[in-house]
């Protein structure tokens, strides 16, 4: 047991310089760009992207995503449809290299793609997180106010996380007032 825990240690050793080194590149693709954005709102979606998603965010059509899918797919896992880094080096690595000073930016961004999609369990899911890390206050308590992302969390199982977002935001003590509000608006 002890043998495999060493080596264990030995393997995240080397392989975070790996990750790092990756994204400090000179030249890190032909498409510098492409990069930097996808690997940006990978790195700040919740549980990941789904491909459509990105491609939304992106603005770039298949063609061009799929060489850059490809050469990162060993970096990347897809669970249940959602794409995100397979090991946490490459998270970091990615924030060293692109997210100095951008992260809220980057949130916002992703705010801005969720807020455009139907409601379902995955805008629930993401929405209120992108706008909280984003720090937009205003926008996130207007989000967790409307009644279709209430009914979602209801359906969704998770009325605990959407007391959380309350609490992040001091109205706890205003939550059946506004939507009282919000239901007589309807």
Not at 55 to 76: E, G, H, N, R
């Amino acid at each position: 047991m002890e043998r495999l825990e060493n080596d264990y240690q030995s393997w995240d050793e080397s392989v975070k310089p790996f990750w790092q080194k990756l994204f400090t590149s000179d030249k890190p693709a032909t498409y510098p760009e492409l990069v930097k954005n996808a690997m940006t709102f990978l790195w700040a979606s919740r549980h990941g992207l789904t491909e459509t998603e990105l491609l939304k965010l992106l603005d770039v059509p298949q063609a061009i995503w799929s060489p850059l899918y490809l050469a990162l797919q060993t970096a990347l896992v897809n669970r249940a449809g959602l794409l995100n880094f397979a090991n946490d080096y490459l998270r970091q690595a990615v924030e060293q290299r692109y997210l100095t000073g951008i992260k809220q930016q980057v949130h916002s961004n992703l705010a801005n793609l969720f807020e455009s999609l139907p409601m379902d369990s995955r805008k629930a899911d993401e929405l209120p997180y992108q706008l909280e890390q984003a720090g937009a206050k205003e926008r996130l308590l207007a989000c967790i106010s409307e009644i279709p992302m209430f009914l979602q969390f209801i359906k969704d199982e998770r009325l605990y996380e959407l007391l959380v977002y309350w609490r992040k935001l001091n109205q706890e003590s205003q939550i059946a007032t506004i939507y009282l509000r919000a239901i007589s608006e309807i």
